[in-house]
Each structure stands twice: as C-alpha cells, then as structure tokens.
C-alpha cells in the first residue's frame, strides 16, 4: 500500500514532535557542579564498605530529586570519587526502606531494579561517553552510547570490581530495611577511545553525571534521583551536557 505524500509527511512530522516532547529541556537551571576527585596512594579493597581511610575523608555529593512529580519516597543518596595512577574509584551510599533487585547476570537490565548509575564521559570534543548501571546485587550493565545515537550494549568494560553490602534483606517485600553500599573501581584503561590522556592529570576535567533509580519498575513509587538536573522536563538521566565536571 502506497502512503499519501501528505499523510507521510503528517505521521513524520507527528513523531518528531514526540520524540521532541520527551526530550524537551528546562531552561534557566543553574550552572552543573564540580567535584575535586583526591588522589590516593593507600590500597583500596573493593569490598562495599567504605572503609578506608581515603573514603571516610572524601566529601560527598547527595543527590537531588528534580521532578517533584514523582511520587517515590526522597530517599537519600551520597557518592564518593576517588582515584590513583591506575583506577577511578566510585562510592554509593543509598538509604532504602525495601531493596529491591532481581537482575544476576552481567548485562542484564539493572536499571529496572534498585541501582545506581555513573556516565562517564572523558572527551569535551564528543557526547559520547560510558555507562555504567549497577544494581544492589552488584550486577554491572556496562555499554558505550554515542549520543545520540543508539548505545553498544556489546562493548564491556575490563577489569572493574564491584561490590555490594546490604543493610537488610533483600528483596523481601514485607520487613523494614536500612539500606545499601555499592563500591566500584574502575581502570582508567579502559576510557583511552575518548581520553586525550591517561591516567588524567592534575586539573583535567572529566564530564559525568551520577544517578540513582530507586524503587520497582512496575510501581508507581518508583523515583530518579541526580547530581546534576538533566534538563529534562520528564525523568530522564541521558544528556551529556548537563553532565557534571570532575576535576583531579
């Protein structure tokens, strides 16, 4: 069957504006922050504790809730980076009344479950960066996304090391949890297709934006916290440039 020029034309155009709509942006936001990453030099166990030294003295960032709207609980995520000559370190403390996680394969769709999420991006010359989706279990989803076009589910990460520790029981529906720690550690090797330089000097800059999903995927409490507002009117975390700075 032959579609009319003008039919064609009103279904094309019918799509745009859908897919514009989704990614509409807010204007007047404030400036992205920027984090210092610390250099370190005592060894860290990736064991999702927290423990060392190193992590107790780095400073947090607390993620923010930018779309009021959505009816999940606020509850609280802090996050710290790290780095030595080798890896990037990445830290998250997440306060949870009910963790929830089902993903237990690599790759498989943690961002459906509880899980925190870090994009990467080391080039300022490109929008394409890392990600990485990792749920309470430890389960890594891991693609590199050429924004904006459609991200390389294949491409996996090497070397990382993940962990988790739970304040309660896992995906029991029923009792009362305290929440989660998730510790990653990243080497820096494995960014070299963007990065001018590695591992990163002092006072490089890299782009990156840090999520948490919390909540059932089915459920209508389910909420998006952020470093940095996406600047998107709907729930959204994808748009390299409301990504925030890290400075080592």
Known sequence: MTIPRGALITVLLAAVICQADNYTEIQDLDPVPKYEV?????KIVVDGKLSEKAWIQAQPITLMFPWHFQTGKKQKTTVK???????????????????????TKRDDATYLDDCVEIFIKPSETTDSYYGLEMNARG?????????????????????????????????K???????????????????????NKLPPKVGDQWRVQINRWDGVEDATGRRLSMWCHSGLKKPHPHNPERFGTLVF
């Open 38 to 42: 610390s250099t370190i030099h005592e």
């Open 81 to 103: 980076i790290l780095h030595d000559q080798h890896t990037l370190y990445v830290g998250y403390e997440a306060e949870d009344t009910d963790i929830t996680a089902v993903c």
């Open 139 to 171: 389960v890594l989803f891991d693609y590199f996304y050429p924004f904006p076009n459609e991200l390389d589910k294949s491409m996996d990460l090497e070397g990382v090391q993940l962990k988790t520790t739970l304040r309660g029981t896992l995906n």
């Open 173 to 195: 529906r029923d009792d009362q949890d305290q929440g989660w720690t998730l510790e990653v550690a990243i080497p820096f090797k494995n960014f070299s297709k963007l990065a």
